[in-house]
Nanobody
Framework: VQLQASGGGLVQAGGSLRLSCAASGSIFSIGYMGWYRQTPGKQRELVASITSGGSTNYADSVKGRFTISRDNAKNTVYLQMNSLKPEDTAVYYC??????????????WGLGTQVTVSS
């Protein structure tokens, strides 16, 4: 199973970016999908998560600015980031909690994608 993330880049403060992350391979079912971010010297921070049913959760720092969504048919999760701030600069990592037929959960991670917000 692989997670392929895309959509990072450089944007000015106040701008927008949309991240995508597609899971591929032998997939039985996916539970939670979401995004973390990390800056040098800091712990990885949960940005947003979404269940297969569409229930969402956001970090307080991004509420009202970021929107997470997913397409279950495409095994893809999105992160729409609006009103970006310099403090949103980080490497963003997507994840997916794959459910095996026996019910066991395995978390897979995508390679990070850099988001840089200039002031």
């Amino acid at each position: 199973v692989q997670l392929q993330a895309s959509g990072g880049g450089l944007v000015q403060a106040g701008g927008s970016l949309r991240l995508s992350c597609a899971a591929s391979g032998s997939i039985f079912s996916i539970g939670y999908m979401g995004w973390y971010r990390q800056t040098p010297g800091k712990q990885r921070e949960l940005v947003a998560s979404i269940t297969s049913g569409g229930s969402t959760n956001y970090a307080d720092s991004v509420k009202g600015r970021f929107t997470i969504s997913r397409d279950n048919a495409k095994n893809t999760v999105y992160l729409q980031m609006n009103s970006l701030k310099p403090e949103d600069t980080a490497v963003y990592y997507c994840y997916a909690d794959l459910v095996r037929p026996d019910g066991y959960l395995l978390r897979y991670w995508g390679l990070g994608t850099q988001v840089t917000v200039s002031s």
